[in-house]
């Protein structure tokens, strides 16, 4: 018979979030494998007598359901990476045409859906890539990511910016400004980056203003691309995203913040009873 | 009495350029300190019993002109670096607002016009970041930065995007395509740059393809947020820079193109001239 035991597993954001015995566990992934990291964080769980289901939304699925489509339920068998854990997948979606894919984040607008079965409007779902995912009469019609926190790392990681965006602090009246310079004219942030830099040595090492002038310029270029998703739609934001929060609220928009881990191991518990009755 | 023998020194680019006894040396400056470099590529060449002066356009001068003003011909005297080399660096320029800097390559702008007074019209200094630089009767009437390069090299580095871009060759068609559509629509390349990842998964690694797409991506934002440079003005780009010299003339822009480290070194000597006179 059996054993009804199972662990949920997600990649959100940054995090591995493992449910273990009713807590919620998180781990950042920085440069990782989340396979790994999860062997490791089930730890003293596993035991060598009982093969223990996990459910499992990584961040590149193995399957890929084509949009538009219901938000996925299905759950593929991975390659194994413990005797003692059968791993099982959450299939993720595809996009053809503008090629994208929606991994790890489909467990979220999975328990999204099924949270609000009604809902017809738009996921801004966070993280270091964002998607934007057109939701309507219970599917996924379309969606697009964008690297924004990703492009903030890079930058801040290994150009002339880093010394100018080292250190702490956020002054939000930079990063209004610059946001909705970069909303009304996306086309010149190309132009300004390098002002970081450049104020840095003329007018001294502010990081509060060098970080929210940065995240300003490249979440206004965001805003202004995604604009024929969150212009007359509702919005739900999705995870840590405050400066989605604000920028929207600055346009009109009505938003709604979930929490993307609850949401993520909802859409897993779906997927996995899903798969029980099946 | 003074020794005449001296050296020329200049970063440009992503590496550094020392002329030794008429001979061109280059290597890549990468994570490391040019002026370190400098004594090391001295070697064998520095002797105990003589100070040898360098003459040193390096990235980031001690000193710096405002503009509008002539390209800068006078020397700084550098912190030692070591007992065998006193270090003279060229001054750069300074542009209050927009807030820029126009660092080592401040010498090979005054190699050109040294070498054209005449000339009016913008010059394209390439690198991982470009200028743009407004020439008129001699002075440097202003300037503008882009990180073109250095965006390409973060996000080939460490991004969802490394596995796309990890490889060689070049798709010409790709790039042209991916330049004109960014040309004509900037303000969409944020929301473009993901599928360059989603496409690698949907149809498979061809790195000559990401690679020439990204870099006509970047590339047209940069050509459009410069267009106030380029448009209707004569332009030479100096330093290796195809991908400039193929979006201009797909423009209809005159180009000709001049050799960074020829000019760099001719600026540096014009400085060094000029210091023996005062």
Do not use: N
């Amino acid at each position: 018979m059996r054993d009804r035991t199972w662990i949920a597993a997600a990649c959100v954001g940054e995090s591995l979030c493992v449910r273990v015995q009713g807590d919620d566990v998180q781990r950042r992934i920085g440069a990782g494998k989340p396979e790994q990291m999860l062997v490791e964080m089930l730890g003293s769980y596993l035991r060598d007598d009982v093969v223990l289901p996990v459910v499992f939304a990584g961040r590149d699925p193995l399957r890929l359901a084509k949009v538009p489509a219901v938000p996925p339920a299905t759950l593929t068998p991975l390659p194994d990476i413990d005797p003692r854990i059968v791993l099982l997948g959450l299939d993720g979606l595809a996009q053809i045409r503008p090629a994208d894919i929606l991994g790890g984040e489909a467990a979220q607008v999975a328990g999204f859906v099924a949270a609000y079965p009604e809902w017809d409007g738009v996921l801004c779902l966070t993280g270091p890539s964002s998607k934007w995912v057109h939701i309507s009469a219970g599917e996924v019609v379309s969606f697009q990511s964008f690297m924004t926190g990703e492009i903030f790392a890079a930058l801040a990681g290994q150009s002339v910016l880093r010394k100018a965006l080292e250190g702490d602090g956020w002054d939000e009246a930079a990063f209004t400004e610059a946001l909705s310079d970069a909303m009304s004219r996306p086309e010149r942030v190309a132009g300004q980056l390098f002002s970081l830099h450049a104020s840095e040595r003329l007018t001294g090492h502010d990081p509060a203003i060098a970080r929210a002038r940065l995240s300003g310029m490249l979440t206004g270029m965001e805003m202004a691309a995604a604009r024929p998703y969150w212009l007359g739609r509702d919005v739900a934001v999705i995870g840590e995203g405050a400066q989605y929060e604000a920028a929207l609220r600055a346009q009109g928009v009505p938003v709604d913040v979930h929490d993307a881990v609850a949401l993520a191991f909802r859409g897993l518990e779906l997927a996995y009873t899903a798969q029980g009755e099946r």
